[in-house]
């Protein structure tokens, strides 16, 4: 869970921390072998009460983290096998991104209901009078069901009185909006990457921290200690991300501790992706297609097309902040190397197409900048700060929430067209879109701007972030508040729009 720092934050952030210590430092690649016993110390395991267990699941970690594939338990190798391919700074995101550790996972049960202690044995006994399939009996004073009959569909759960009956599921599972997840011969989680679109919502759910996802936190410290001058796009989703009390300026001061050459908000291209959208709209709707999906989420563009191909091209061909950020700093500074920093493991994919690499060299989550911060043992509070960024809109700082993205296109299109009404409907969590997306096949949202945030809660909500989600949309109102430039129409931006979106 987001916001809070449980055993699983610790045992990441850690790994995070020493990879990033590792190339920092400039330590032998072989440095890796000895992390699982500096990590996880001593003979009595912590977390499992099995450490042999504990260090091989840091170890697979570790792997992961270097941009390395995720071992079986039965293929005995060093952890350093394959690094030396993989420990340099041109290196990308190799498939699959998202991946299990089989010897960490629990076999969780897919989806159970069955009946505690809290049972009273009433004389009304609804769990009885609502199965469909008469599973359920009262055995000496108590229901009991029948997991023969059962076909879960938990309406028990909902008749009882007490909540004695519980609908379990497996929790990685419940968090896939794609039904990616389903279970190997062994029990555990396995993953349908025909279906799984990197979202990473299954990542943050697992209890037992046994779903990883690559890293390219070794890479970009080569790149920062190297001569070429590197940038650090971030999200507008970044306030609160490092402490409750850091201010996007101190984080500006931090990046350049850690070597970058300055820190670029990527709410500048999230106000081009607003006039984008605006101009795709007004020219397509309803003049070529019946709706139109906003294109800044990659999780949720790339379910859009998997689910109903037929509409693909529905979806804005618009390039997402990320991308028109990342041209708009090379265009000013053509040696450079981009690092995008944000709350998203699905713009580790999106970065990773042909179409992208040369634009976005390396993707990081906020808590994997986290750990480089500690690396360097960053102490915000006594960083010397520069003048506050005003580079950005207000409504393009607000893509970071759900709402956001069609508010600010909207206000575009409003500014083009005043007298023009634009209708909308918004979904978070992929399972919510797909119900949007079904709803506009049916002909329901005709004439629609439809935006889609595969997180809930919006990209404050991603696999990536440190804080709460409420709380860092609430600091996102506020951070907003502050721009002096209220809407994407008055961005100093619009000359780069052209310039770099005629690549395409």
């Excluded at 890796?32 to 260090?55: A, Q, S, T, W």
């Excluded at 069609?406 to 005043?418: C, F, G, S």
């Excluded at 709380?471 to 931006?493: F, H």
Aim: glycine share 6%; proline share 5%.
């Amino acid at each position: 869970m987001r916001g809070i720092y449980s055993n699983k934050t610790e045992i990441r952030h850690k790994v995070f921390t020493e990879i990033a210590r590792m190339a920092y430092d400039d330590s032998p690649l072989s440095r890796i072998e000895d992390l699982p016993y500096e990590i996880v110390p001593g003979e009595i395991g912590k977390y499992y009460d099995n450490i042999f267990l504990e260090r091989a699941i840091v170890g697979e970690r570790l792997r992961a983290t270097m941009g390395l594939p995720i071992r079986k338990m039965s293929e005995h190798a060093p952890l350093s096998e394959g690094i030396d391919a993989s420990a340099i700074d041109e290196k990308y995101y190799d498939p699959p991104l998202i991946n299990i550790i089989k010897f960490a996972c629990h076999a969780c049960p897919e989806k159970r209901v069955f009946i505690t202690n809290a049972c009273q044995g009433c004389l009304e006994h609804p769990c009885i009078e609502v199965c469909p399939k008469d599973a359920i009996k009262m055995v000496k004073g108590r229901s009991i069901i029948d997991q023969d009959k059962c076909i879960k569909c938990g309406k028990c759960a909902s008749a009882c009185p007490y909540n004695a009956v519980v609908k379990q599921e497996r929790p990685c599972a419940k968090a896939c909006g794609m039904n990616a997840i389903k279970s190997d011969e062994y029990g555990r989680a396995d993953i349908d990457y025909d279906q799984c679109v990197s979202c990473g919502m299954c990542l943050v759910s697992c209890p037992f921290s046994a779903i990883v996802d690559k890293s390219q936190i070794y890479q970009t410290v080569l790149a920062l200690k190297s001569e070429t001058p590197v940038y650090a796009a971030i999200a507008p989703s970044f306030v609160r991300q490092f402490g409750a009390d850091v201010t996007p300026e101190m984080v500006r001061a931090a990046l350049k501790v850690l070597g970058f050459e300055d820190m670029v908000e990527v709410a500048i291209g999230a106000d081009l992706c607003s006039l984008q959208e605006a101009e795709d709209f007004l020219e397509n709707v309803p003049a070529n297609q019946k709706w139109m999906g906003t294109s800044c989420c990659p999780a949720w563009s790339v379910m859009a097309k998997k689910t109903l191909p037929e509409y693909a091209h529905y979806i804005s061909m618009s390039l997402t902040p990320m991308v028109l950020t990342a041209r708009m700093i090379k265009k000013q500074h053509p040696e450079c190397k981009v690092v995008f920093i944000g709350p998203c493991a699905a713009k580790k994919l999106e970065a990773s197409r042909h179409s992208v690499r040369s634009d976005v060299d390396f993707v990081l989550t906020f808590e994997e900048t986290m750990g480089l911060f500690d690396a360097k043992a960053v102490d915000f509070k006594s960083l010397e700060v520069e003048e506050p960024l005003q580079t950005s809109s207000a409504l393009g700082k607000g893509f970071a929430s759900s709402g956001g993205v069609a508010q600010a296109v909207v206000k575009v299109i409003n500014e083009m067209r005043p007298d023009m009404e634009v209708k909308t409907v918004k979904a978070e969590g992929l399972a919510e879109c797909k119900k949007m997306l079904m709803m506009a096949k049916a002909g329901r949202y005709d004439g629609y701007l439809l935006e889609g945030m595969a997180c809930p809660g919006g990209c404050v909500g991603g696999a990536g972030v440190l804080s709460d989600v409420r709380k860092t949309a609430m600091d996102l109102q506020k951070d907003m508040a502050r721009s002096e430039l209220k809407d994407p129409t008055e961005t100093q931006y619009k000359d780069y729009l052209e310039l770099i979106t005629s690549e395409d």
